[in-house]
């Protein structure tokens, strides 16, 4: 028999009795309703919780009531996307819940196995997991060694990852500033164009501050090409939209020597 369409006692597929099952389950927990909540579990039920593991039904529904006097408070419980894999008398579900105070609410992973006895579906089985957070200056340093890597391939699909389409840059040489990742990509490619051999970049004391949706990075810009070695200071700013960090503004200057008013691309640090 094909999986996920046999039909049990109700007239409905096996699919569609587990689906049901499971928006049972959600909206009994969104209504504190213990009852329902613990119902169509096995006795023997074992739950990889995200604080802890619990086995049997009786330490099963002893989690429940401190849950729902947090939802009680304002807490997000609800249900984005659901998966069904169903059998004759087996099958998994595997669910992505928004859960968490209303400001941050995180992203709940649920995996569910059930089996089927006395014709009725029921819960085995449930593991609930936060995915693990980056802390946001660790991903700002991540995007960092993208661009260096991407440079040293000559990758410029992979240089202009992670930046603005509205960003505005100021770059060592005129104009005074560009306004998109286009002119940005076209200004790159100049640069790769004109070097022999392998270009890299990197800011080997790059510091980070976040706060919120927003982050600044900052250091000296160390490049090389050509067997030449040059340093630079750069700072660039970035902004979180709809969940990714994206470069808004970069500004890079060669100091200058106010004798001459020629840049100076020969000193280090």
């Known amino acids: 028999m094909t999986p996920g369409t046999a039909a049990g006692s109700t007239g409905m597929t096996n699919e569609q009795e587990i689906r049901d099952l499971v928006q049972r389950w959600i909206t009994a927990v969104r209504g504190n309703d213990l009852a329902t909540t613990t119902a169509n579990h ?21 989690t429940w009531p401190p849950f729902f006097e947090w939802l009680r408070q304002g807490a997000i419980f609800e249900l984005q996307n659901l998966d069904i894999t169903a059998g004759d008398d087996v099958a998994f579900a595997e669910a992505l819940l928004r859960c968490g105070e209303p400001a941050t609410p995180g992203d709940l992973r649920l995996t569910l196995g059930l089996r089927k006895e006395n014709g009725g579906w029921l ?3 449930e593991h609930h997991s936060f995915p693990q957070q980056i802390p ?7 995007l960092h060694e993208d661009w260096y890597e991407g440079t040293a391939r000559k990758d410029l699909d992979g240089m202009m990852a992670h ?15 560009v306004e998109s990742v286009a002119e940005v990509r076209e200004h790159c490619g100049r640069g790769l164009d004109q070097a022999e051999g392998t270009v890299t970049w990197t800011v080997p004391d ?4 976040v706060r919120e949706d927003i982050a600044v990075a900052w250091g000296l810009n160390r490049m ?3 067997g030449a070695e ?4 750069g700072t660039r700013v970035f902004q979180r939209r709809n969940g990714e960090w994206l470069m808004v ?10 004798g001459t008013g020629q840049a100076r691309t020969d000193l280090e640090p």
């Open 206 to 209: 790059l510091k980070v501050l």
């Open 136 to 142: 946001d200056d660790e991903e700002i340093r991540a």
């Open 230 to 233: 040059s340093w630079s200071r």
């Open 42 to 62: 096995t006795p023997d039920v074992v739950m990889f919780d995200v604080p802890a593991n619990v086995r049997g039904l009786d330490a099963y529904t002893r």
């Open 163 to 177: 930046i603005a389409e509205d960003v505005v840059s100021y770059e060592h040489e005129a104009p005074l500033q």
């Open 249 to 258: 503004h970069q500004h890079v200057s060669f100091p200058f020597d106010p």
């Open 123 to 125: 819960i085995a089985h």
């Open 224 to 226: 090389t090409h050509d």
